[in-house]
């Protein structure tokens, strides 16, 4: 699958965003998919995730409350709501998606390296 993801931009503090990840190739809904950021001099971190379905989200502790994932699978898209915005969010924003395969931890979304396929991302910046 190749993903691309759009929406970034420059935006003030408490500003919103929407961050859009479209999905061509194979068959879109089968896969949980996922947003990470990456600050300049820092490592890839994970944002938020969600199942193949669409059914379940979770969210890192630094977003909860002022991001949302959504996933539309006839659309073959996966987006994200950003809202609230800090100096601390801006980032190069990626979507990735996962393979269905058994996991083995409950927080392996998490994980960059669980994700098979990644867009090229997203820059966003907030200025304060």
């Known amino acids: 699958v190749q993903l691309q993801a759009s929406g970034g931009g420059l935006v003030q503090a408490g500003g919103s965003l929407r961050l859009s990840c479209a999905a061509s190739?194979?068959?879109?809904?089968?896969?949980?998919m996922g947003w990470f950021r990456q600050a300049p001099g820092k490592e890839r971190e994970f944002v938020a995730a969600?199942?193949?379905?669409?059914?379940?989200?979770d969210y890192a502790d630094s977003v909860q409350g002022r991001f949302t994932i959504s996933k539309n699978n006839p659309k073959n898209t996966v987006t994200l709501q950003v809202s609230t915005l800090k100096a601390e969010d801006t980032a190069v924003y990626y979507c990735?998606?996962?393979?269905?395969?058994?996991?083995?931890?409950?927080?392996?979304?998490?994980?960059?390296?669980?994700?098979?396929?990644w867009g090229q991302g997203t820059l966003v910046t907030v200025s304060s």
């Open positions: 990735a998606a996962a393979n269905l395969r058994p996991r083995y931890s409950s927080t392996w979304y998490q994980g960059p390296s669980e994700y098979d396929y």
């Open positions: 190739g194979r068959t879109f809904s089968i896969y949980n």
């Open positions: 969600i199942v193949w379905s669409g059914a379940r989200t």
